[in-house]
């Protein structure tokens, strides 16, 4: 008895403790950090080549997630981060200039069904603020200032580069405060670069609440690393030659280190190249250097997203509220295979200039996913894996930080995970209207080594491309295909469709996935195709 009522008194001091280590200051601020099709391997502590000394300061002392999910693609991504709900349930089912008034989510806007983390935290008396890409249905009515952020500097919905460029459609102006300013306007500076502008006006944001006293919700939505890929002159000649390697060199090279770090299992072999893709080594000379130069862009793109992060780490760290404040770090969708094999290069000027339209393509996306199938638009693990980081030095415990966090999280988690740090109430009506309940889990367990509250599988739907993840278990359907059913431990890279051993967990999961679809107000999509890459035209069966 003695021997027992010991063990006990130990079990009980032991938890005491452990409580006592994860105990985190209340209310932190919170910094969400939203970058554009960037693949799952493109930084460094997810296994690139591409030297990202800050986002691996921040792995370092925070938590990696090695299962965490977005959408498969930009407007439905950022709806169900800022909503907690699934894309559909806030109206989003698609990009936001699909409106489709008598459909159940193709609405191009926010719905008054949802709320915004702005919103519901604002509520609760923090200071919210965002910079970057909205692309939530500003030109329909739900711009930024009006779901719930103090102050915004926004691009409408598409990339803004350099003050003075070639302008894509919707592209040429930046709103501040709700206040269109042409993108050369004084008040924003000279000669800036858009990654490092948004970056430095958050700051100024994170000023202003201070000023007031409050904590504050900031939220970073860069528009790299999305076409037209456009980088500074000098960063883009420090990687110029170093793509002379090819893709399959460097997939395979980016594999190894992710087996090395533990971000993937050796179990799951890398996926192949896909038909459509050539061997790099059959490329002709004159076209590896033209793909060298695309991937060079690419790469200068995520060194100033890292350069940004540095940026706003020691920002924080100046302000002296870096340890009260969680930041969490991630990607909208997989690497982006527009512009087919060949990518596109066109436009004056060098490739990668203000002047120049510059497009990744189906070879360099490939590797950006590395190690799994498929790309943005598809549920297969190429357009729904991102990385995740999270670094909270006051409320992520010591013995923690570096750590890799293998249960799977998805963009629905980041309000519930909101609403647990904030003390904050998510409200049943708002303005007037019911709300739809939550459908995330706080992340707030994981990040302390504890186990997540989901007691729902996790679902996708996008262009009739489906999928649902249970437990080990996913189930997958590419638009007019069958559906494909994987055991996610012992095979990530998809590649091996276990359907007809298990029909009965497959049957269970298609059920799961109706009776989802019917609740969630996911119409059915009945076309066009949008993987037809590049500009809505199939690229050459053969690309040299």
């Excluded at 105990?23 to 591409?50: H, K, T």
């Excluded at 003075?164 to 102006?173: I, L, N, Q, S, Y």
């Excluded at 997989?334 to 393509?361: C, D, F, H, K, M």
Aim: positive net charge; charged residues 25%.
């Amino acid at each position: 008895m003695k021997i027992k009522f010991a063990a006990v008194f130990a079990m009980l001091a032991a938890a005491s403790i452990a409580s006592i280590a994860v105990a985190a200051p209340e209310r932190p601020n919170i910094v969400v950090i939203l970058v554009d099709d960037m693949g799952f391997s493109d930084i460094g502590c997810y296994g690139s080549e591409i030297p990202t000394p800050n986002l691996n300061g921040l792995a370092a002392n925070g938590v990696r997630f090695t299962q965490f999910y977005n959408t498969p693609r930009c407007s439905p991504t950022r709806a169900a981060l800022m909503t907690g709900l699934y894309s559909h349930q806030a109206g989003m089912g698609w990009l936001d200039n699909k409106v489709e008034p008598q459909s159940r989510g193709f609405h191009g806007k926010l719905l008054p069904r949802c709320v915004t983390i702005a919103e519901v935290l604002r509520e609760a008396g923090y200071f919210t603020a965002m910079t970057g890409k909205w692309h939530l249905g500003q030109q329909n009515g739900t711009p930024p200032w009006e779901r719930g952020f103090m102050r915004s500097l926004n691009s409408r919905y598409g990339e803004v580069y350099f003050p003075v460029e070639a302008d894509r459609p919707g592209t040429g102006k930046l709103y501040l405060n709700g206040r269109e300013l042409p993108k050369d306007s004084p008040e924003l500076g000279k000669d800036w670069y858009s990654t490092d502008l948004f970056t430095d006006w958050g700051l100024r944001f994170i000023d202003d609440a201070r000023a007031e006293k409050k904590p504050f919700f900031l939220y970073i939505a860069q528009g790299a690393v999305h076409f037209p890929l456009r980088a500074p002159a000098d960063i883009i000649a420090k990687y110029r030659g170093k793509y002379m390697k090819g893709w399959d060199k460097l997939r395979e090279e980016r594999h190894a280190r992710q087996i090395q770090m533990g971000i993937v299992d050796a179990r799951w072999p890398l996926s192949p190249r896909p038909d459509d893709s050539p061997a790099w080594d059959t490329r002709e000379p004159d076209r590896k250097k033209r793909f060298d130069e695309i991937m060079s862009v690419y790469a200068a793109m995520v060194e100033c997203i890292d350069r940004a992060v540095g940026t706003l780490v020691e920002g924080l760290k100046k302000r002296g509220v870096l340890d009260d404040t969680l930041i969490v770090f991630l990607s909208d969708n997989g690497g982006n295979a527009e512009g087919g094999p060949p990518g596109v290069t066109r436009g004056e000027g060098p490739i990668g200039g203000p002047q120049s339209y510059v497009q990744l393509g189906m070879n360099w996306a490939t590797l950006a996913n590395t190690p799994f199938r498929r790309y943005k638009h598809f549920t297969h693990e190429g357009g729904i894996s991102s990385p995740f980081i999270a670094h909270w030095p006051a409320g992520i415990p010591a013995g923690r930080r570096g750590s890799l966090e293998k249960q799977p999280g998805h963009l629905i988690d980041i309000m519930a995970t909101a609403v647990d740090l904030g003390r904050a109430k998510y409200p049943a009506e708002f303005k007037g209207h019911a709300i739809l309940p939550m459908e995330g889990v706080s992340l707030r367990p994981a990040f302390e080594g504890r186990l997540l509250n989901r007691r729902q599988p996790i679902f996708w739907e996008h262009e009739g491309n489906k999928a649902v993840r249970d437990g080990k278990w996913k189930l997958a359907q590419k638009w007019r295909g069958s559906w494909e059913l994987y055991d996610m431990e012992a095979d990530r890279t998809e590649l091996h469709n276990v359907i007809a051993e298990h029909a009965d967990v497959a049957a269970m999961l298609q059920a799961a996935w109706n009776a989802w679809a019917a609740r969630a107000f996911v119409d059915e999509w009945t076309g066009p195709d949008h993987t037809n890459w590049g500009e809505d035209i199939r690229p050459p069966k053969k690309t040299k």
